[in-house]
Structures are given as structure tokens and as C-alpha cells.
């Protein structure tokens, strides 16, 4: 394909090549209307200022990656395979913290945006399709651990309905019937169905009725941290039959659940199994030892880096690619006694 | 004090005003002696483009942290203590990875001055002192974990000698006398002394000589890593006589270390003693309850970003404040057998 040019974009918004350079260098002395009609010729022609630009000028140029936080262990590895693959680029990555809702992502996609990053990697965004596509329109998008459709973005996830697939054969093959989960729900106002936390829950429950055992699926809906895996136990060892078996839809949860076993004086893997998802390297610590699905951490982040230099680099047409995930059985998990 | 303007800039450099104004902006058409004479005079004056400038022009502003990587538990603690102080300045914190060594922490830190934040709290750098003040003549700094007396800097630090002294006291009081250290050293150029873990290392030897322990002292120089401590193990058990307590200078180090003496099948404590540093949430863990020093992370964040805003909004005098730290005994130490 051409890249669109600065000259293009100043053709078609029918202003001076310096108008447009200006209004890239958000200098002074642009008026709103001018502004207004460069804005929407680059967004017509799907401008992008190029990169060697802002080299040229002796600026390092930036790629941003959106993470909801910065403690659970699985994002490192996404982290660390942005950053590999874009080594020898000339590209630095910086970080932002989504937070807890929408509204605290939306002031972090922001902050990076009015940084002049060349593209964004988001990762498990609570934002609508819609606000993504917007976002998209001003810069380079992939999202990474949802598995939207979309024109204006591409998406890398893993196949989190294979994964929770996996964790339930795994534990009703060790006998287990009262299967619960932990599930994750953040914003009062209604996620995405695309995110990753809901297709694992609706994948979890649909794998509970394959194997005849629906009557039994029990979902604590608490949140993917320590703290969150901790309550979802407390909510299930209330129950008039608690579960002998807990999937935990994250590491950082399976280990709160952990905990909250060991304080309600059951054992594990004797009185009740875990699993956790991700296999971060917190699962595979000695002292944890937790059954875990390998998503793959850093096969996702290059690949999300590699998309993101693919539509720097001009491609427009949207990828979606699903990763395979495995299972990994640790100590965690054993027969029902 | 009166607020250094653009004026004064112009004034000083004997240009015009839209001069410096075009050098702030990096706006072409700017020679490179004009250039060179308007930041002379923006350093000799101490400006700072205001930043309520950028949030009329509809920009965020953002405030930058340097951490050197994700993955040590103990950095979101400091993370978190500098969003609460910043809430509702309207900052957002971006955050970027030093990595391993001074190179790429300088394009790390130079990824973020690109971006132009407002200012920067610096997580342990490894940079010279020198680097940092030239650093910190282009936007303000508060440097984290290290002990730097610096004009041009301010510095918040946990007291390290008294954390690595409670260790070492803590082991010999349960009758440990082969007590020994699992320290950190990334570059092999050098790194300052005035960096926490070459403090914890001396105050360490120092403790040690204090208590008639000095021809016991050992010390593993690996990093402070699960993969550095489990090294330190490695190096440690080879030795005649091997220590029967480690105190690893970083729990993550230390959470390496219990799984190279499990695989050893040496039991902790009934064999080895094992403590740590920082007391994240990893060392409070019930599945690893490892004895560790409180360095109180959110509290250190909070003093940083305090002082970052002092700065940004014009303080120049510089602040050293060093935060007393605590021992927190947990299940990983026990008398001597």
C-alpha cells in the first residue's frame, strides 16, 4: 500500500502543509476549525506521523502498554515479549496502570496517547468496543486477552474457552463433582462479553453441564487478586455443600484461595484441590507448586508487539489470533479422597 | 519564591520570547546555537514550563517512574504509594523498566523525558550521580533507594544499614553464627555505592564483625531475582561449611532461595533459616511466610511523590528523608538445631 503523506493529509483538508505540521506539533496559532479539519482529513486517510520524524528530531519514540495492574505475575511475560520483539526497533516501552474501571483506563489509555506513543497494547481493556475503536482511530491498537471482532483494531488472545475446558476435564477426571469457580467481575456497569474473564466463566459452566455435572457449577464472582481468590472461598465454604475442587480463574486468586484453605484448616490437595490459570511463575514456585494453564505469556506479547509494528508500519486490515493453551498439573490438584 | 516565566528565559538567553517558546515546543526552524543558548538559560534560571500549560492545551500531564523490572513484588507497593499522593493532581503515572544495566536504564529514562512528564521518581537507578543531576537539570527527580546527597536531586530511601543490622541480629539471637548473604550486582562497571543492595551488603559484614560473627561472614554475589537467589544457594552450599541461616538481601531472592534448598532437601527452618527484604505480599504469603524487613513501600511512594510535586512546583533546595525500617518474623527462621 502508499503511506499517506503529509501532503496528502494538507490536500485533502484543503490547508497548507505547514498548517498540518503544526497541528501534528499541537503548536500555537492553529485555529479550532483548521484543527478540527486536519484532525478528521487524518483520520479519513488513516494518516500516521511517521516514526523516523520524531527520530530525526532526537526523541525516542514509545510504544504503550495498558496493564490493569501491576501485580499480577502473568503480565511481565506479556511485558517481556513486547519488548523482545521489538528490540533493535529503536522503540522504548512505557506502562500505564488501567486500574479497576473504566474510568481510571480511560484516563491511563490517555495519558499515553497525549505522549505521542507510536501504538498501544492493551491489555484485558474493561473499555466497550466502541471507546477501543475511537482510541484506534488515533493510533496503532492490538488488544491482547479479549477476543473482540473488530475493524478498527487486532486482537491476541488466548483460547480461554480450551483453557477452562481443560481445568474441568482435569479435575473431574480426579473424580471431583462439586466443581466451583472463581470468577472475576470489576465494574458494576457490565463488562464485555469478549473479556477474558467472561468467556472462562461461561466456558467453566458450559464444561460442567457437558459432563453432567450443571447441578453442581457454583461461580463466586469476586475479582482476579489475592484478595478476591481469598473472599471466593470464603462465599463457597459457606454453601450447604461446598466444593471439593476450586478453578480459580487466575494465579493471583488460586493463591488468596490458598491461603483462605489453609486458615479455614482444610488441605490442600487432601480436603480440597486448586487450580489456578496463567502459569505465571508464581504457580511454578517450590512453595506453591499450583496446577495452572500455560497461556503462554510471552508468545502473546510478541505477537501483540508484531501486529503493532505490522499497522505502524501501515497495514490496515484487522488479525485476530488465538493461542493454544496447555495444562499443567502440579501438586495442588489430586483425587477426591 | 517568585515563578521563573519565559520571560525571564528570553530575557537571559537574549532572544525572543516565541524563540524559547519554539525551543520548548522542539518546533523546527530552530538553530542549534539558539537552541543551545535557550536551554543554558533555562537551566542557569531553573524554568519549568508550567504544566497547567499542557492541560489547557487538552494534553494530560504525567509524572514517570522508573522501576527496574515488573516482576520484583515490592515495586507496586512503591507504585501505589506515589498514585495515592498524586490523586487528584491530575497527574497519571507512566511507568518504564531501567532493565539490567545503565544503558538501557538511561533509554528507559530518556523514553520518559521524551514524553515530556512533568517529573520522575527514579527506582533504584544504577546510573552515576553525575547522570542523574544532568537528568535532573531537564525535569525534576526524587531517586528511590539510594542514599545519593545530591544538590540538583532528592532522595528517599529505606535506612538499610538498620534493616540489614535487624536481620543479622534477629539470626544470631536464635543462635546462628554461620550467617550468611545473598547480595546483588548487575553491571559489571560498577555500580554506585550509595545503591541499597552494596549498603545492605556492607551493613551486613559490619553486623556481622559487631557480633564476633566476622570470619562466619559470606557472601553470594547474584542478583536479586528468584533465579539470583536460587544461585546464591547454589554458591553457598558448595562452600566447607555451609551457613545453617541466608539472608537474602530481596524477598524475591529469597523466595529462589527456599526452592534451591527444597530441591537441596534441606527443610526450612529445621535446617536452614531463611530471611528476606522488603516484606511484599509474597513474603506474606501463608504458603511461604518468610521472615522479611518492612520498608514500609507505600509509605516510601507517598514521600516520593510528595516531594516530586514540591519540586514541580518549585522547590529547589534538596530533601533527603530516610524511612526506618522494621523486622516482621514469620515461620522461615528458627533457633539454630
Known amino acids: ?45 488513516g494518516y500516521r506521523p511517521h516514526v523516523a520524524a520524531r527520530a530525526l528530531r532526537g526523541h525516542t519514540s514509545t510504544l504503550g502498554v495498558l496493564l490493569p495492574d501491576l501485580r499480577n505475575p502473568f503480565f511481565p511475560d506479556l511485558v517481556d515479549g ?75 488472545f ?17 473424580g471431583h463433582r462439586r466443581i466451583a469457580h472463581i470468577a472475576h467481575r470489576d465494574s458494576s456497569r457490565g463488562e464485555p462479553a469478549t473479556l477474558l ?12 453441564v457437558r459432563l453432567g455435572l450443571g447441578e453442581h457449577a457454583d461461580i463466586a464472582w469476586t475479582t482476579y ?14 454453601r450447604p455443600e461446598p466444593p471439593t475442587a476450586i478453578f480459580a480463574g487466575a494465579d493471583l486468586a488460586a493463591i488468596g484461595a490458598l491461603a483462605a484453605l489453609r486458615e479455614a484448616g482444610l488441605a490442600v490437595p487432601d480436603d480440597v484441590s486448586v487450580a489456578g490459570y496463567d502459569n505465571s511463575w508464581l504457580a511454578a514456585l517450590a512453595h506453591i507448586s499450583l496446577t495452572s494453564v500455560d497461556q503462554s505469556g510471552v508468545t502473546m506479547g510478541r505477537t501483540a508487539g508484531r501486529l503493532l509494528l505490522e499497522r505502524i508500519g501501515g497495514r490496515t486490515a484487522s488479525a485476530r489470533i488465538s493461542i493454544t493453551p496447555t495444562l499443567v498439573p502440579r501438586r495442588t490438584t489430586a483425587a477426591v479422597s
Chains 1, 2 share one sequence.
Open 1 to 45: 500500500m502508499t503511506r499517506v503523506t503529509i501532503a496528502d493529509v494538507a490536500l485533502h483538508a484543503q490547508v497548507s502543509r505547514s498548517a498540518v505540521s503544526k497541528v501534528l506539533r499541537d503548536a500555537y496559532g492553529v485555529s479550532p476549525s483548521m484543527r478540527a479539519r486536519v484532525l478528521a482529513a487524518i483520520d479519513e486517510l
Open 82 to 156: 513486547v519488548v523482545e520483539e521489538i528490540a533493535g526497533t529503536g522503540y522504548e516501552v512505557v506502562i500505564s496502570q488501567g486500574g479497576r474501571g473504566p474510568a481510571s483506563e480511560s484516563r491511563a489509555i490517555h495519558a499515553l496517547i497525549d505522549q505521542s506513543v507510536g501504538g498501544i497494547v492493551l491489555v484485558a481493556p474493561l473499555s466497550p468496543q466502541s471507546d477501543l475503536e475511537a482510541i484506534a482511530a488515533t493510533v496503532p491498537v492490538v488488544v491482547l486477552g479479549r477476543h473482540d471482532r473488530s475493524p478498527r483494531y487486532d486482537a491476541v
Open 158 to 174: 488466548d483460547d480461554d474457552e480450551v483453557g477452562a475446558e481443560l481445568v474441568v476435564e482435569h479435575l473431574a477426571g480426579l
Open 197 to 208: 474473564q467472561a468467556i472462562r466463566a461461561r466456558a467453566y459452566e458450559r464444561a460442567m
Open 225 to 238: 487478586t489475592e484478595e478476591g481468590g481469598h473472599k471466593g472461598v470464603g462465599e463457597l465454604l459457606s
